[in-house]
């Protein structure tokens, strides 16, 4: 009796080896230069089908990669959802595949790699397109889901640096053109582990480039205290609940926080235990909130009920007065249904600076910061709280972001995160100090404040657009299959 072999196809294997390494690379850590190597078996994948369907799916299943990554915020919230919302983010790269186009060797060799890189830069447009749709909360709206981009990975190392001239957009652009390159090349199995070794030592932990020099070395600098009480779901519970809690958690704020003179104190996000009620003028009110230490000046995150609704806020107290520096605008689907969404603000003055903040998801946005630095901003207080995902890779994920914010508009950024890690952040995208993931307490930190004038500050987004003009170009010029060289009319 003979026995059946079934076997997977050629492209299909190297997808689901892409996306594994995709998924190892996107995760916080020192192997973002990996994110090449998925680039390049994507792109070898999609090389060898025969189909635009055969394209577009190898394009898709390397996809699930950078979407399980992209998904995890939402994991712990929606479990249920996670799988599904992974499926349907990665199915809509099977355009960078259609885009390429079907896989027909020509009968010469030259004519044979022409095609190959051809083909590689039209998954590249392709991929980079679909990026930036999903970036795009015009189009989304709150289901935008920038934190798709695989170039982040190669935040974590010295090609970070390519962010403040073409935002993200570029480093995808980056890692899939040098992926694409390696693909086509003679020996390109030998290539692809040349390049993962290079990809295993890209990177040098969460930190990344924090011993490169920075251009703001030297320069006047914003004194801050950065405060992470590293709170669990069970202690907020608590501390909303139990008056005994509520006080131990404003001791120990009063021990990190309190006393800081000349120093700006910054709290996370939703650190007072219940809503803030404002009534009339916020900037008339005098009466420090229950809750908060007694630091002079303090910039801290807590949920406002006004007139207009509830909203995730940042205030400022500071000369005994309240200040809202920022309300959040892009709110987190279904988790915030419930809040009002908040109207841009200009910077904040304080003492001779001009601070402008920004909360949790909105790191996940270039906008946010770039428009802050082309208004004038001196730095931008970024406050998150990650504890509903406890001391895992979200955090990180977090900082990742405020790091390539920072880079992208040339403005320096104080990210302090409830669980860690919590960071100052110079313009350059360097870290300048930071407090490690899951410890309770507080650091000093004189963060150089002087900007660089980015490219990506001027122009904001320009690959992303670009990449789908390319695409929409491709598919309206160049759709028809590719014939052997020789052929004539219907012949093969």
Same mark, same amino acid.
């Given at each position: 009796?003979?026995?059946?072999?079934?076997?997977?196809?050629?492209?299909?294997?190297?997808?689901?080896?892409?996306?594994?390494?995709?998924?190892?690379?996107?995760?916080?850590?020192?192997?973002?230069?990996?994110?090449?190597?998925?680039?390049?078996?994507?792109?070898?994948?999609?090389?060898?089908?025969?189909?635009? =369907?055969?394209? @577009?799916?190898?394009?898709?299943? +390397?996809?699930?990669?950078?979407?399980? &990554? *992209? #998904? !995890? $915020?939402? /994991? %712990?919230?929606?479990?249920?959802?996670?799988?599904?919302?992974?499926?349907?983010?990665?199915?809509?790269?099977?355009?960078?595949?259609?885009?390429?186009?079907?896989?027909?060797?020509?009968?010469?060799?030259?004519?044979?790699?022409?095609?190959?890189?051809?083909?590689?830069?039209?998954?590249?447009?392709?991929?980079?397109?679909?990026?930036?749709?999903?970036?795009?909360?015009?189009?989304?709206?709150?289901?935008?889901?920038?934190?798709?981009?695989?170039?982040?990975?190669?935040?974590?190392?010295?090609?970070?640096?390519?962010?403040?001239? =073409?935002?993200? @957009?570029?480093?995808?652009?980056? +890692?899939?053109?040098?992926?694409?390159? &390696? *693909? #086509? !090349? $003679?020996? /390109? %199995?030998?290539?692809?582990?040349?390049?993962?070794?290079?990809?295993?030592?890209?990177?040098?932990?969460?930190?990344?480039?924090?011993?490169?020099?920075?251009?703001?070395?030297?320069?006047?600098?914003?004194?801050?205290?950065?405060?992470?009480?590293?709170?669990?779901?069970?202690?907020?519970?608590?501390?909303?609940?139990?008056?005994?809690?509520?006080?131990?958690?404003?001791?120990?704020?009063?021990?990190?926080?309190?006393?800081?003179?000349?120093?700006?104190?910054?709290?996370?996000?939703?650190?007072?235990?219940?809503?803030?009620?404002?009534?009339?003028?916020?900037?008339?009110?005098?009466?420090?909130?229950?809750?908060?230490?007694?630091?002079?000046?303090?910039?801290?995150?807590?949920?406002?009920?006004?007139?207009?609704?509830?909203?995730?806020?940042?205030?400022?107290?500071?000369?005994?007065?309240?200040?809202?520096?920022?309300?959040?605008?892009?709110?987190?689907?279904?988790?915030?249904?419930?809040?009002?969404?908040?109207?841009?603000?200009?910077?904040?003055?304080?003492?001779?600076?001009?601070?402008?903040?920004?909360?949790?998801?909105?790191?996940?946005?270039?906008?946010?910061?770039?428009?802050?630095?082309?208004?004038?901003?001196?730095?931008?207080?970024?406050?998150?709280?990650?504890?509903?995902?406890?001391?895992?890779?979200?955090?990180?994920?977090?900082?990742?972001?405020?790091?390539?914010?920072?880079?992208?508009?040339?403005?320096?950024?104080?990210?302090?995160?409830?669980?860690?890690?919590?960071?100052?952040?110079?313009?350059?995208?360097?870290?300048?100090?930071?407090?490690?993931?899951?410890?309770?307490?507080?650091?000093?930190?004189?963060?150089?404040?002087?900007?660089?004038?980015?490219?990506?500050?001027?122009?904001?987004?320009?690959?992303?657009?670009?990449?789908?003009?390319?695409?929409?170009?491709?598919?309206?010029?160049?759709?028809?299959?590719?014939?052997?060289?020789?052929?004539?009319?219907?012949?093969?």
């Amino acid at each position: 009796m003979s026995r059946v072999r079934v076997s997977a196809p050629t492209w299909l294997l190297l997808s689901g080896l892409a996306a594994i390494v995709y998924a190892v690379a996107g995760r916080p850590g020192p192997f973002g230069g990996l994110v090449v190597v998925g680039a390049a078996l994507m792109h070898m994948g999609a090389g060898r089908s025969t189909s635009r =369907l055969e394209a @577009g799916l190898a394009t898709a299943v +390397a996809a699930v990669g950078p979407a399980s &990554v *992209a #998904v !995890a $915020p939402i /994991a %712990p919230l929606a479990p249920l959802a996670t799988i599904p919302l992974t499926v349907l983010v990665a199915a809509s790269f099977a355009l960078a595949g259609i885009v390429a186009g079907p896989s027909r060797a020509p009968a010469r060799r030259f004519e044979a790699a022409g095609v190959r890189l051809d083909r590689a830069a039209r998954v590249t447009a392709g991929w980079c397109a679909v990026e930036a749709v999903w970036a795009r909360p015009a189009l989304l709206g709150d289901a935008a889901l920038p934190v798709l981009a695989i170039g982040s990975a190669l935040t974590d190392g010295p090609l970070l640096v390519v962010a403040g001239w =073409l935002g993200v @957009g570029g480093l995808s652009l980056l +890692a899939l053109t040098v992926g694409g390159i &390696v *693909a #086509v !090349a $003679p020996f /390109a %199995p030998v290539l692809v582990v040349a390049a993962a070794t290079v990809g295993l030592a890209y990177g040098v932990g969460p930190e990344g480039t924090r011993r490169a020099a920075s251009p703001t070395e030297g320069s006047e600098a914003v004194r801050l205290r950065l405060v992470q009480h590293a709170p669990t779901p069970v202690s907020i519970a608590r501390v909303r609940f139990d008056p005994g809690a509520a006080e131990e958690q404003l001791r120990f704020l009063e021990e990190h926080a309190g006393h800081a003179e000349g120093r700006l104190v910054l709290l996370p996000e939703a650190v007072l235990p219940r809503p803030l009620r404002m009534g009339g003028d916020p900037a008339t009110l005098a009466v420090r909130p229950a809750g908060l230490p007694g630091a002079t000046d303090v910039l801290f995150g807590t949920a406002t009920v006004r007139a207009e609704g509830t909203f995730n806020s940042a205030l400022l107290w500071s000369d005994a007065k309240l200040r809202i520096v920022a309300d959040k605008r892009r709110l987190v689907p279904l988790t915030e249904a419930a809040l009002t969404r908040g109207e841009a603000r200009t910077a904040t003055s304080w003492r001779g600076l001009r601070i402008a903040a920004a909360i949790c998801w909105e790191a996940a946005f270039p906008s946010v910061a770039r428009r802050a630095a082309r208004e004038g901003a001196t730095f931008l207080a970024l406050l998150a709280n990650d504890a509903y995902a406890g001391t895992g890779p979200i955090g990180r994920l977090h900082l990742r972001m405020a790091r390539l914010r920072a880079a992208e508009s040339g403005l320096p950024i104080a990210f302090v995160q409830a669980t860690g890690p919590s960071a100052a952040i110079a313009a350059d995208g360097r870290i300048v100090a930071m407090l490690d993931a899951g410890r309770r307490g507080s650091i000093d930190v004189d963060l150089p404040i002087a900007g660089v004038r980015t490219p990506f500050r001027r122009t904001g987004d320009l690959v992303g657009p670009f990449s789908l003009a390319a695409s929409l170009a491709s598919l309206a010029l160049g759709g028809r299959a590719r014939r052997p060289a020789g052929s004539k009319g219907g012949e093969a």
